[in-house]
């Protein structure tokens, strides 16, 4: 079957490839900003758990001044890291969902102000996007249909694992909700029974009071 003078099952998976590039875009993150001397940017990224992490970093060069790179999780785990910094890439594979920090920190005894800020490109794939397909069609001696296949195969999956966890998270919060209202219900029973007492006491006391001093029977 010819679907617009292409074979439909390479018309499909470039209907697939349009239909799940808005996912494709969020596992791409690319910037670039300076970086004054002396100084310290961190970028920081919450990704998912066993994902693929890849980067390629450069940082324009400027004398005696010495840039360091350094990725670290929220536990301070480091992941990555370079002294000296001036080009590179970098690749790890997350085990667990965390909050990961990608830190540059500029050192020159010159003193700020007296050096011109350096130019930092970072680019940081992650998920299918990091994964090489070119090496894995060579490997697997697979042809572009079937290695656009295995990628679109990969990204389903993926979106699947990340409905999975936000229907996990879902359900972690209402069970929150429902445990502090439940919690909210018994102090609200606690602070009622609290007044009553209180009233309660107030009414007998004030009766012994204004009996004491004659003012009721």
Same mark, same amino acid.
Request: hydrophobic share 40%; net charge negative.
């Given at each position: 079957?010819? $679907? ?13 490839? +349009?239909? $799940? ?7 791409? %993150? ?28 450069? +940082? ?58 350096? $130019? ?64 909210? $219900?018994?102090?609200? +029973? ?18 012994? %009071? ?8």
């Amino acid at each position: 079957m010819i $679907l617009g003078g292409l074979p439909w099952q390479t018309a499909m998976a470039r209907l697939a490839t +349009i239909l $799940l590039l808005p996912v494709l875009i969020e596992s791409v %993150f690319s910037i670039s900003f300076f970086l004054p001397v002396n100084s310290r940017k961190c970028l920081r990224e919450e990704i998912h758990k066993d994902v693929l992490v890849t980067g390629e970093y450069e +940082i324009s060069e400027q004398a005696n001044t010495k840039t360091n790179l350094k990725i670290t999780d929220s536990s301070s785990h480091t992941l990555y890291s370079k002294e000296d910094a001036t080009k590179g890439k970098f690749a790890f594979t997350t085990e667990d969902y965390d909050m990961f920090e990608v830190c540059f920190e500029s050192k020159s005894p010159m003193g700020s102000g007296r050096v011109p800020d350096q $130019l930092v490109n970072l680019d940081m794939k992650h998920g299918v996007e990091a994964k090489n397909y070119e090496e894995i069609a060579k490997v697997e001696k697979l042809k572009p249909l079937e290695v656009e296949l295995r990628r679109l195969e990969d990204l389903s999956e993926s979106i699947v694992n990340d409905f999975a966890y936000m229907k996990k998270r879902e359900e972690e919060m209402r069970d929150t909700n429902e445990s502090t209202n439940t919690r909210v $219900l018994y102090f609200s +029973i606690f602070s009622m029974c609290c007044l009553i007492g209180l009233a309660t006491w107030q009414v007998f006391y004030l009766r012994r %009071f204004f009996k004491a001093k004659k003012l009721i029977e």
